[in-house]
């Protein structure tokens, strides 16, 4: 089959299910990928014979398209934070926002000009913040903590993807008494997505991305944050912050959970002005 006339189905199928835009940035993002063609390479050559089995990974990602898988799981990798991430349906697909909490995170860490920081990332997921973290504060100690055995594999392969030493841990954060060892940074983007929200989401996210990663119970969403700023109470090095990625409607009760519990506490707005981080520092 020649490219441009798979080009034309794949355009007419996904056209009924997504914005043309999209469409176009799929198909780029496809053939970059297996046939190894640039946007232009593709422009300059519409009439190239595909192969049979070129052609069949097509339609095996045009079939999953169809069925709203997000084009991350089908490449097998995102960026974030300029570096490669390995991604499938065991781990979140690390979003911008996230990478707001990383620059704030770093940003502070600059002007503390301290060298050998102990980091602490808890529910790591792909492993983007403690990696991401890793990578920009080579002298830094960076410690992760998830529930999910699959989420803990696919992060440890991104750490040696991008040769970083992040020390992992599973552990269920919600039963831990206390932290292994004391931090001068504990960052958490906890689940915190209410069920009451479920009809804000698009099919791709619901459908596909890991429940435990999202989902908290309407009756008690903070449930996590809650329980993170206990242990970061006892466990915060002197000077040492907490830094959260939080649900945008719950911004001012989250915050309260930190100034409750001897930290003064800062909100912050994401690109699209929605409450989405918080910052914590200890009183001590
Ligand atoms: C919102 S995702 C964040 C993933 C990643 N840090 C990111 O920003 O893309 C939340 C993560 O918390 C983990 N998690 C859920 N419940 C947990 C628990 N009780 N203890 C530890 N980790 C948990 C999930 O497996 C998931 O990887």
């Not at 496809?30 to 052609?55: C, F, N, W, Y």
């Not at 919600?174 to 479920?198: G, T, W």
Request: net charge negative; aromatic share 8%.
């Amino acid at each position: 089959m020649k490219l441009l006339r798979f080009k034309e189905k794949f355009t007419d199928i996904l056209k009924q299910g997504y914005p043309l835009q999209e469409v176009n940035s799929f198909f780029n993002l496809l053939t970059e990928e297996i046939l190894g063609m640039s946007r232009l390479h593709v422009a300059l050559d519409p009439e190239k014979e595909i192969s049979e089995s070129e052609q069949q990974k097509l339609e095996d990602a045009l079939q999953r398209l169809q069925e709203h898988e997000p084009i991350q799981y089908i490449l097998g990798e995102t960026e974030f934070f300029g570096l490669t991430f390995k991604v499938d349906k065991n781990v979140l697909i690390p979003r911008p926002e996230t990478e707001e909490l990383v620059e704030w995170i770093l940003s502070d860490v600059k002007n503390l000009q301290q060298k050998e920081i102990r980091i602490l990332d808890i529910g790591t997921g792909s492993g983007c913040i403690a990696i991401s973290l890793g990578k920009n504060l080579p002298s830094a100690k960076v410690t992760a903590i998830d529930i999910s055995e699959g989420a803990l594999e696919m992060a440890k392969r991104n750490a040696d993807f991008n040769n970083v030493n992040v020390e992992f841990i599973q552990q269920d954060i919600l039963e831990a008494e206390a932290l292994d060892s004391n931090y001068d940074i504990i960052v958490s983007n906890p689940p915190y997505v209410r069920e009451l929200e479920k009809k804000e989401m698009q099919a791709n996210v619901l459908n596909n991305e890991p429940a435990g990663a999202l989902y908290v119970k309407d009756e008690d969403p903070l449930a996590f944050y809650r329980k993170i700023t206990e242990l970061a109470t006892k466990n915060i090095k002197k000077g040492g912050s907490l830094y959260f990625e939080i649900n945008q409607y719950l911004g001012e009760e989250t915050k309260a959970l930190l100034t409750n519990n001897y930290f003064t506490a800062s909100l912050k707005k994401d690109i699209f002005g929605n409450d989405r981080m918080l910052k914590g520092e200890i009183k001590k």
